[in-house]
């Protein structure tokens, strides 16, 4: 089912308008925070770092190939913990 936006009165417009402003405000919070995510083995949850470089998958039990370290993979997974 969808509601029409029209018509409206002037205090329907300006509630309207606020809220829009809100989800644009929010939308764009969002995207800013999704955007700073650049996915690799680093920081995908399934990495099993160490000391001094290298590091293990526990998704595909294996150390992954550099290139793909580099921008991880297809099960790619971020837990939203920044380090
Ligand atoms: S190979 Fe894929 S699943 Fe494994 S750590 Fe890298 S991005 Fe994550």
Redesign the pocket.
Known sequence: MTTSTYPMNKAQLVERRNLAKLAMELAQKQYLELTAIG???AN????IGRRGGGGK????DAE?PDD??EV??????HDGIPF
Do not use: H
């Open positions: 996915p690799s083995c995908c949850e399934n990495f998958c526990s998704k595909w992954p793909v370290k991880g993979c297809d099960e790619w997974s």
